[in-house]
């Protein structure tokens, strides 16, 4: 079976997605992500699309590529390695210390953006994952972002709860599915 960079890419985030909207493992979901994150970025560099990542580091001057980089790793290198030396150790278990599954809507929706500048169209799944990051954090979004337009998408998910959240997210998937005009528009990829 040979498989392209992008397929396992895809593969990885079509999975993580689902168990994230299943309110199951977040640092699976997170190390699914991490792994298909760093091919999609990879893939953007050699095709010279920018990944999500560059827009980042322009909106934070004053930070270098060094810093931005750590803390984009942060999670994933504690969740893949012990730590070279005493130091890198302590600082992989701090981290572990902190993560939350939010860090995850972060990684997953970086991969989901970075996947439709490659591919131009993506599987009903990432749709909903971007279009549910973008009512979550609507808090977030920069000038130009409309976040009414997604929070129409999922009404009341800024009151609920982050399982309600979730749960909202997975219903979304569901229901879009099978709807004929999202699976008709060139947009979406097939499963």
């Not at 278990?93 to 993560?99: D, K, P, R, W």
């Not at 979004?141 to 997975?170: A, H, N, T, Y």
Request: hydrophobic share 40%; with cysteine; net charge negative.
């Amino acid at each position: 079976m040979a498989l392209s960079f992008l397929e396992v890419a895809r593969s990885q985030l079509l999975t993580a997605i689902d168990l994230f909207f299943r309110d199951q493992d977040p640092v699976s979901v997170h190390t699914l992500a991490g792994a298909a994150q760093e091919i999609l970025e990879g893939l953007c560099r050699e095709q010279r699309i920018d990944p999500l990542h560059e827009d980042v580091r322009a909106s934070h001057p004053g930070k270098s590529s060094t810093e931005l980089r750590a803390a984009f790793n942060l999670y994933r290198n504690a969740f893949k390695h012990v730590g070279r030396d005493a130091g890198e150790q302590r600082g992989h278990l701090e981290a572990l210390g902190q993560f939350t599954d939010e860090a995850n809507d972060f990684l997953l929706y970086v991969c989901v953006e970075d996947y439709l500048r490659l591919n131009r169209r993506a599987p009903i799944p990432m749709q909903v994952l971007q279009g549910w990051f973008c009512a979550v954090h609507s808090d977030r979004l920069g000038p130009g972002c409309e976040p009414s337009r997604f929070i129409e998408r999922f009404p009341g998910i800024v009151s609920c709860d982050r399982s309600g959240q979730k749960r909202m997210g997975m219903l979304a998937v569901r229901q879009f599915l099978h709807d004929p005009d999202l699976l008709s528009d060139p947009r979406t990829e097939a499963l």
